[in-house]
């Protein structure tokens, strides 16, 4: 079959619009700050979206899947509170963070129960828990914080490899891209993934157990959000009852500017770290230019809208070109 001239710039758009607008996210706040391209900025900037881009793999499971996750925030703030009573308690530090990653398992778990056995949809169902396991942040740190006193604790979040430059939340954010991509890319149930998304009912007839392939994919998110929770807390070396509040919103705008559509199906995971940095460099560039919170809120917001929009236009572009053949 003839590729026409239209179909390559079509295809050379759609993989690369997020890297040409990354760099003139970059150019701009280059020029309206002479600090922005500071080697200790681009380090804090990577520190910042890590977080993010920990969430974010799970995320892209559960939305190439058909799904939502609105509870990654939450979970990260019990994993955070679990994570700091446990070291006031004297738990040795790797039991005590052992126990929290534990904790985001179970919540996927708990997660997939009700959208598999129940058969609530994703969004009702994780809306139920961001709210519930909020309440839960807010008992585990009495309404007020929880601070640690183990300052060896402090390396997750707030150290660096082996004397490098490079921040430890940085290395577990690229460990965890690295295992997505492996697992969607070369693994059968990366395929699973991809098809349920695709189409559900034609993936369960090929003999794919699609409830299964659920659970696997929201405890995958749940355990990953945990870990971003470890991260977070070891970073302020202290558990807040907004640990990870309106996260969720971000992950997903990273996700979706990453080209993950979010009707399923369709995405790679490599170009979601663009994403992910696309909302970091973002949210970092305004703060130098000291634009306020709200005006910030107002952005992410439009962001978000913006990114489902061109996710929608794409899909009809290409609709409307493969009807033309």
Known sequence: MKITQQQKIFDFVSKYALVFILLMLIAFFAFMSPFFLQFDNAINISRQVSMIGICAVGM???????GIDLSTGSIMGVAAGITARLLLLDFHPVLATVIAIMSGIVFGLINGFFINKIGLPPLITTLGTMTALRGVTMLLVDGKGVTIQNRAYAVIGQGYVLGSPIPVPVVIMVCAFILGYIVLEKTRLGRYVYGIGDNEEATRLSGVNVKRTRYAVYTFS?????????????????AQ??????????????????????????????????GVFIMGVLANGMIMMNIMPFYQLVVRGCVLLLAVSYDRLMDRLRAKMLSAK
């Not at 199906?265 to 770290?273: C, D, K, L, P």
Request: net charge neutral; aromatic share 6%.
């Open 60 to 66: 892209t499971f559960v939305i190439l899947t058909g």
């Open 222 to 238: 749940g355990l990953l959000s945990a870990v971003a929770g470890v991260v977070a807390v070891s970073r302020l070396m202290s």
């Open 241 to 274: 009852p907004t640990t990870g509040d309106g996260y969720e919103l971000q992950i997903i705008t990273a996700v979706v500017l990453g080209g993950v559509s979010i009707k399923g199906g369709e995405g790679r995971i490599a170009f979601v770290i663009i």
